[in-house]
């Protein structure tokens, strides 16, 4: 079994700055891609940035020029870099990784999540 670990969520001012940390308990190489997601209250769960295998990332429109998502392989630990933090930023943030397979569906795995809270 899979355990993703969060941590660094907090509240924070508009213009502030956090950074999310995802400890597996795999190394970080058997997966496929990992990556954050988030949830506002009333909103459904979306992608926010990720990271492949092969180095290549993605992020949301809304977060791009503002958020980083990086890894430490010996640490087993994906992080995310929230800069210029905005009210609209105020989630839980969820943790997932993901390892894909020839002739069977993906599987996901996911962190507990954590809060960040922007206030303006």
């Known amino acids: 079994q899979v355990h993703l670990v969060e941590s660094g969520g907090g509240l924070v001012q508009a213009g502030g700055s956090l950074r999310l940390s995802c400890a597996a308990s795999a190394s970080i190489f058997s997966f496929n891609a990992m990556g954050w997601y988030r949830q506002a209250p009333g909103k459904q769960r979306e992608l926010v940035a990720r990271?492949?295998?092969?180095?290549?990332?993605r992020f949301a429109d809304s977060v791009k020029g503002r958020f980083t998502i990086s890894r430490d392989n010996a640490k087993n630990t994906v992080y995310l870099q929230m800069n210029s933090l905005e009210p609209d930023d105020t989630a839980v943030y969820y943790c997932?990784?993901?390892?894909?397979?020839?002739?069977?569906?993906?599987?996901?795995?996911w962190g507990q999540g954590t809060q960040v809270t922007v206030s303006s």
């Open positions: 990271i492949t295998s092969g180095d290549i990332r």
């Open positions: 997932n990784a993901v390892r894909s397979f020839r002739y069977s569906d993906d599987i996901n795995y």
